[in-house]
């Protein structure tokens, strides 16, 4: 039973650009959260998703979005890239079934130059 | 605005001791408490979890302790073990919402 995985698992782009990252749900599990982790720093919720809707958001700006696939996977978009977009974008999945555990990916680390 | 708090970001334990992190929350909507742990280009897994209707609670070598009054939580490591050097973030839930707030991290060297 694969886990959650993300694709691809590093990145380069530079200012301005913009970024897809992709993100495969656990098995059966049908809500996905991202999160951006900076250097030396913990998580930050940036939204969910849950039966192709974004449920909930997190303090950052629309140059963020995605999208849910009837699959339950995910993309996260993020436009006008900055130089403080550069982190680790965590995927997690989860089920609304059961109870609050996330299981994280292994992450996208992204570099914006 | 930081709603959890952790201490310390740090920790050197010498093999068998006892490792002690410690984590602070002003939001009192938060009803669930979990630990993760995360090694080097890994994403964070769960450790362990507790629900304020609970002081401790204990699986295997690791241990939660929460004070509902305070807003406070911690979470120690009993016979530290080397393979236990990894970052550790608390993180604070509220509703079932699965919106997971983090802490700082705090990073776990285990030294033999």
């Known amino acids: 039973d694969a886990g959650v995985t993300q694709s691809p698992t590093h990145l380069i782009k530079t200012r301005g650009q913009q970024v897809t990252l992709r993100c495969s749900p656990k098995?059966?599990?049908?809500?996905v959260s991202w999160y951006q982790q900076a250097l030396g720093q913990g998580p930050q919720f940036i939204f969910q998703y849950y039966e192709e809707e974004e449920r909930q958001r997190g303090n950052f700006p629309d140059r963020f979005s995605g999208h849910q696939f009837p699959n339950y996977s995910s993309e996260l978009n993020v436009n006008a890239l900055l130089l403080g977009d550069s982190a680790l974008y965590l995927c997690?999945?989860?089920?609304?079934?059961?109870?609050?555990?996330?299981?994280f990916g292994p992450g996208t680390r992204l570099l914006v130059l | 605005q930081q709603q959890v708090k952790q201490s310390p970001q740090s920790l050197i334990v010498q093999k068998g001791g006892i490792s002690i992190i410690n984590c602070a929350y002003e939001n009192t909507a938060f009803d669930y408490f979990p630990w993760y742990q995360q090694f080097p280009g890994k994403g964070p897994a769960l450790l362990i979890a507790i629900r304020p209707d609970v002081s401790e609670k204990k699986e295997g070598r690791f241990t939660i302790s929460f004070n509902k009054s305070a807003k406070q939580f911690s979470l120690h490591i009993m016979d530290s073990q080397p393979g236990d050097s990894a970052t550790y973030f608390c993180a604070a839930d509220s509703g079932g919402y699965q919106k997971v707030t983090f802490g700082t991290g705090t990073k776990l060297q285990v030294i033999p």
């Open positions: 997690a999945s989860s089920s609304q079934g059961a109870g609050e555990t996330q299981y």
């Open positions: 098995s059966g599990h049908d809500t």
